[in-house]
């Protein structure tokens, strides 16, 4: 048990804190503590009789059973692989850009779901920040099943795919994968390559309650715009280094 405690203390804060709701939650509603019915995202609920949590539990519920326990089990590792990955890499030392990220994300993927009546949150979350991090790696080479190897832009889509195959669904991963686009277009392409305005930006209240750990860079982990249009200029090559790369399953 003191290894499961050392892991899971090694865990960056805001993954651990959604690793472990993402884990409790589900395991609430299986023992039947409190009923399913009230952890699903049903917007005439959320609406009309103000049941103000259903996003909140939407987000970290999943009906494990039988015929969905692999899937959560998969989409749970993608959760703990990736979060950490950018928390510990392209956020590091940031958790409030971090956090920012996730609840921009999570604001986007709820109203979403009430317009499509989806009543479970938990994968387009997770879909968004993977997307998020293959986009910051996009040109990494990751390894997947079966020996297989691709391009880290691609993963998105080949994970929409194999969640399919054994979930016969994809407009979760989807509507993850455009919130994710959203983010990164807005955060890092418009305004850095695009030389757009920044339309998004980390209120300082977040900053106040998480403030960063360490100074000298801006822009989650890339160097100011001006410098990188000054390496670029010095033999860059045009190409950003948004991030550190990693292999899929590498840990």
């Known amino acids: 048990m003191s290894d499961i405690g050392d892991w899971f203390r090694s865990i960056p ?41 259903r996003p909140v539990t939407a987000t970290f519920y999943f009906p494990v059973g039988p015929g969905t326990g692999f899937l959560y089990l998969v ?31 999570w604001i986007c993927i709820v109203i979403t779901g009430l317009a499509m009546d989806m009543q479970l949150l938990m994968i387009p979350l997770i879909m968004s920040v993977l997307y998020v991090w293959a986009q910051l790696n996009r040109d990494m080479i990751v390894s997947f099943w079966f020996g297989t190897r691709f391009k880290a832009c691609y993963l998105p889509w080949v994970i929409l795919g194999f969640n399919y195959i054994i979930g016969g669904s994809v407009i979760n991963e989807l509507i993850g994968n455009l919130v994710g686009h959203l983010y990164f277009f807005l955060m890092f392409r418009y305004p850095m390559d695009l030389g757009g305005r920044n339309f998004l930006s980390t209120p300082q209240f977040l900053y106040r309650w998480l403030p960063s750990r360490r100074g000298g860079v801006s822009g989650f982990g890339v160097p100011p715009a001006s410098l990188r249009r000054a390496a670029d200029q010095n033999g860059g090559g045009g190409r950003h280094n948004w991030g550190q790369g990693f292999r899929l399953g590498d840990q």
């Open 13 to 53: 804060a805001i993954t651990r804190y959604w690793f472990a709701a993402s884990v409790a939650v589900p395991l609430v509603g299986k023992l039947g503590l409190i009923s399913p019915a009230y952890l699903f995202l049903w917007p005439e609920a959320f609406l009309y009789r103000f049941q103000v949590w």
């Open 75 to 105: 989409n749970l590792y993608f959760l703990y692989q990736y979060s950490t990955r950018l928390e510990t890499g392209a956020f590091d030392g940031r958790p409030a850009d971090y956090l920012f990220m996730l609840l921009f994300n």
